[in-house]
């Protein structure tokens, strides 16, 4: 009799502290992060392990996004995506007379990226909350070329249209303070990581 008492006791407490939660309807959550493992970040190591004189270097994808919780399972929001490829070589080509003549490229090739998100959570307690996430959006693509080539033209025709689907967890370490995880594919990079802030 006295352990079904006790437990009658401290039944409210053990229900609150299962179903109390990290985040619920009404929350705003901003997250800012940095991408790993693209296929630009890939390319770019290929190319300045070669044998060739041509570099390349990266930028992101890092980005921004706020979502709000319009119930304490679904959360709508937009996320925006930055990138920035450069690349660099040069080729030599003999004129009509013998003489050797080098061409230089600069290439740099940015990316915007505007998706629409919407998140499922789950496995949501009072420190962490896994989610599971669709994007789907425009990407703005922009090509600047320097060159002393006037023979080269660039002919860059890339669909804009952007969609991701990832699953990832964030942990809380106080009321609005946290760090986020999330794996994915398309999109972005398989890999985010960042800060999330959560009013």
């Known amino acids: 009799m006295r352990k079904f008492t006790l437990l009658l006791i401290l039944l409210p407490a053990i229900l609150f502290k299962i179903y109390s939660q990290s985040v ?9 992060y940095y991408g790993f493992g693209t296929l630009t970040s890939w390319l770019a190591k290929a190319i300045n ?21 319009t119930s304490d399972k679904v959360a709508l929001g937009v996320d925006l995506q930055y990138n920035n490829l450069f690349l660099k070589w040069s080729s030599e080509t ?11 490229y600069n290439v740099q090739w940015q990316r915007l990226r505007i998706m629409p998100k919407i998140n499922i959570m789950f496995g949501v307690d009072e420190k962490n909350a896994g989610y ?3 994007f789907a959006g425009y990407t703005f693509h922009k090509f600047n070329v320097q060159t002393n ?8 025709n890339i669909p804009g249209f952007s969609f991701r689907l990832a699953a990832g967890i964030r942990h809380f370490h106080n009321d609005n303070f946290g760090f986020f995880g999330e794996l994915g594919v398309f999109g972005g ?11």
Request: hydrophobic letters at 45%.
């Open 24 to 32: 619920k309807k009404g929350n705003f959550l901003i997250d800012g």
């Open 49 to 69: 392990s070669g044998s060739t004189s041509a570099k390349a270097g990266f930028i992101g994808p890092t980005g921004l996004r706020v979502a709000y919780l």
């Open 94 to 104: 003999t004129d009509s007379l013998g003489a050797i003549i080098t061409h230089t």
């Open 132 to 134: 599971f996430a669709l």
């Open 149 to 156: 080539d006037l023979s080269y033209k660039s002919n860059w």
């Open 189 to 199: 990079a398989l890999l985010h990581a960042g800060i999330t802030i959560k009013l």
